[in-house]
């Protein structure tokens, strides 16, 4: 391994994503912009192999340092050009109780990374694609290379290399500069989003509480698996959740640039699998459900779902109709790919069913999920129950379970109206999305909140009901409604 390509790919993923964070001018604190900036850093350079193509550049080791340093120079302006304002980040110590979830993390995290590193790519759908494409593009320097020179249509792989450049472009840069077998960008993706997840959680519940929904996340065999094996689900998962998450924080603040940040990062969720366009188009409706209730007018209304799509709109043009129609020299037509029967609203009842039934709850699901939707559907009925007695649920936790529904209501119907898209395939690995909210909902759940009140009051030595030391975050928050200023005050 090419230690000092890595280290160089390191910076110039930190400080590239940096300055894109920094363009959105969020009030978020330094840990979060820490794991956000690798995130995005990895994501924007896998576009660079494509945009050295489409310029006629040989992609030779000496060009991709060069592009590599251009790119991450340029993205860096908005960062150097606050360079004041960039504080260390602050770091709290664990807990003494926190320390067996460090060291499990730390072990499961220390396998994912020596798979990534010592294995080859296994999965089919890359080996037949997107793989043997970078892998001849290494030894060609050129993205329209030998692999089209094979008949793909056999077993059905011709599909695969129409799949998104995200993989291709990594695998190009990282086989280059660190391992010939690449995906080591995997495993950064993996660290970064769960320190951030985690975080997450953890200003949510008590650190105890915390640390037992990430153990649960964790054990999920086939969510883990997917952090070594390298496909698009695991990567397409972590942004859709960071934009739904930072959606929810737009909701409450309804400031502009949240909007675009979370428009931003649906615009990468799709870029790394087209299809999140549909899902994106489900999400639209929740903040603009939530704009209605505020009363903010039909006018806003429209320019919210329109500022919302407009980054899914945007990255799925850039993959369609430049990146796919110009670098694979292979006609594609989707047609033949659609449902024939798309008035047969019964056929999307059986996909729902099949998901629920066949998938999610079976012995099946059990292979590839363990018995976390049966942990899930515990906390959500005793939660549930606690809410009609107490008659409250936080908002937090019920826009929790929106996301819920909308990832399984979209899931069946692309399974219906993409014959391809199986249950037993692609929306098993879909599934990976609705994980982390349902892991937030936990966190947000009257009960789990209620015994997180209660620890820490004991943790403090206080019997009050609002630990002074707790997070804000520990008490549910009451149903509020958004209001929107509606122009200046009349003197």
Same mark, same amino acid.
């Given at each position: 391994?090419?230690?000092?390509?890595?280290?160089?790919?390191?910076?110039?993923?930190?400080?590239?994503?940096?300055?894109?964070?920094?363009?959105?001018?969020?009030?978020?604190?330094?840990?979060?912009?820490?794991?956000? =900036?690798?995130?995005?850093?990895? #994501?924007?350079?896998?576009?660079?192999?494509?945009?050295?193509?489409?310029?006629?550049?040989?992609?030779?080791?000496?060009?991709? %340092?060069?592009?590599?340093?251009?790119?991450?120079?340029?993205?860096?302006?908005? @960062?150097?050009?606050?360079?004041?304002?960039?504080?260390?980040?602050?770091?709290?110590?664990?807990?003494?109780?926190?320390?067996? %979830?460090?060291?499990?993390?730390?072990?499961?995290?220390?396998?994912? @990374?020596?798979?990534?590193?010592?294995? *080859?790519?296994?999965?089919?759908?890359?080996?037949?694609?997107?793989?043997?494409?970078?892998?001849?593009?290494?030894?060609?320097?050129?993205?329209?290379?030998?692999?089209?020179?094979?008949?793909?249509?056999? /077993?059905?792989?011709?599909?695969?290399?129409?799949?998104? *450049?995200?993989?291709?472009?990594?695998?190009?840069?990282?086989?280059?500069?660190?391992?010939?077998?690449?995906?080591?960008?995997?495993?950064?993706?993996?660290?970064?989003?769960?320190?951030?997840?985690?975080?997450?959680?953890?200003? &949510?519940?008590? *650190?105890? !509480?915390?640390?037992?929904?990430?153990?649960?996340?964790?054990?999920?065999?086939?969510?883990?698996?997917?952090? %070594?094996?390298?496909?698009?689900? %695991?990567? /397409?998962?972590?942004?859709?959740?960071?934009?739904?998450?930072?959606?929810?924080?737009?909701? +409450?603040?309804?400031?502009?640039?949240?909007?675009?940040?979370?428009?931003?990062?649906?615009?990468?969720?799709?870029?790394?699998?087209?299809? #999140?366009?549909?899902?994106?188009?489900?999400?639209?409706?929740?903040?603009?459900?939530?704009?209605?209730?505020?009363?903010?007018?039909?006018?806003?209304? =429209? &320019?919210?779902?329109?500022?919302?799509? =407009?980054?899914?709109?945007?990255?799925?043009?850039?993959?369609?109709?430049?990146?796919?129609?110009?670098?694979?020299?292979?006609?594609?037509?989707?047609? $033949?790919?659609?449902?024939? +029967?798309?008035?047969? !609203? $019964?056929?999307?009842?059986?996909?729902?069913?099949?998901?629920?039934?066949?998938?999610?709850?079976? +012995?099946?699901?059990?292979?590839?999920?363990?018995?976390?939707?049966?942990?899930?559907?515990?906390?959500?009925?005793?939660?549930?129950?606690?809410?009609?007695?107490?008659?409250?649920?936080?908002?937090?936790?019920?826009?929790?379970?929106?996301?819920?529904? &909308?990832?399984?209501?979209?899931?069946? @119907?692309?399974?219906?109206?993409?014959?391809?898209? #199986?249950?037993?395939?692609?929306?098993?690995?879909?599934?990976?999305?609705?994980?982390?909210?349902?892991?937030?909902?936990?966190?947000?759940? $009257?009960?789990?909140?209620?015994?997180?009140?209660?620890?820490?009051?004991?943790?403090?030595?206080? +019997?009050?009901?609002?630990?002074?030391?707790?997070?804000?975050?520990?008490?549910?928050?009451?149903?509020?409604?958004?209001?929107?200023?509606?122009?200046?005050?009349?003197?």
């Amino acid at each position: 391994m090419n230690l000092t390509g890595l280290i160089f790919l390191l910076f110039a993923h930190y400080f590239a994503g940096r300055g894109i964070v920094r363009l959105f001018k969020l009030q978020i604190d330094e840990l979060t912009t820490i794991c956000m =900036a690798f995130i995005c850093g990895v #994501t924007f350079h896998s576009m660079l192999p494509c945009i050295m193509q489409l310029a006629h550049i040989p992609i030779t080791v000496r060009n991709t %340092y060069i592009w590599l340093t251009g790119s991450t120079i340029l993205l860096s302006i908005p @960062l150097l050009l606050n360079i004041k304002n960039t504080k260390l980040p602050k770091l709290a110590l664990p807990k003494l109780y926190e320390l067996p %979830y460090m060291l499990i993390f730390a072990g499961l995290m220390a396998i994912s @990374l020596w798979r990534c590193w010592y294995f *080859p790519p296994t999965p089919r759908d890359v080996l037949t694609g997107v793989e043997l494409i970078a892998e001849y593009t290494v030894k060609e320097h050129t993205m329209l290379n030998s692999a089209f020179s094979v008949d793909l249509r056999l /077993n059905g792989a011709a599909n695969n290399i129409f799949k998104s *450049p995200f993989i291709t472009g990594l695998q190009i840069i990282y086989k280059q500069l660190v391992l010939p077998f690449g995906q080591i960008w995997l495993s950064l993706l993996f660290l970064s989003f769960t320190v951030w997840f985690y975080s997450v959680i953890r200003s &949510i519940v008590h *650190p105890a !509480i915390a640390g037992l929904l990430l153990l649960i996340y964790f054990a999920v065999p086939d969510l883990f698996a997917y952090t %070594y094996i390298m496909l698009y689900d %695991y990567p /397409n998962m972590v942004f859709y959740f960071a934009a739904f998450y930072f959606m929810m924080k737009y909701i +409450d603040s309804q400031k502009t640039n949240e909007l675009v940040w979370v428009s931003f990062l649906l615009g990468m969720a799709t870029y790394i699998r087209s299809e #999140t366009l549909v899902l994106a188009a489900v999400t639209s409706l929740l903040p603009m459900a939530y704009a209605w209730r505020s009363k903010a007018g039909i006018k806003q209304v =429209a &320019i919210t779902g329109a500022i919302f799509m =407009a980054g899914p709109l945007v990255f799925n043009f850039i993959l369609s109709n430049i990146f796919i129609k110009y670098l694979i020299p292979v006609k594609f037509e989707l047609g $033949g790919l659609l449902n024939q +029967d798309m008035f047969n !609203i $019964g056929g999307l009842i059986d996909k729902a069913k099949e998901l629920l039934f066949d998938l999610m709850l079976s +012995d099946k699901g059990e292979a590839v999920y363990a018995h976390f939707y049966y942990f899930f559907l515990t906390v959500l009925v005793v939660d549930g129950i606690r809410a009609i007695v107490t008659k409250k649920m936080s908002r937090d936790a019920i826009m929790a379970l929106w996301g819920v529904l &909308i990832v399984y209501l979209t899931l069946s @119907l692309l399974s219906f109206l993409i014959p391809s898209h #199986t249950i037993i395939n692609s929306a098993k690995r879909g599934l990976f999305k609705i994980i982390p909210l349902m892991i937030l909902y936990m966190a947000h759940s $009257g009960i789990l909140q209620s015994l997180s009140a209660y620890l820490y009051r004991k943790e403090n030595g206080t +019997d009050e009901e609002k630990s002074p030391k707790a997070p804000a975050a520990v008490t549910p928050k009451p149903a509020a409604t958004i209001t929107r200023p509606t122009g200046k005050a009349k003197k």
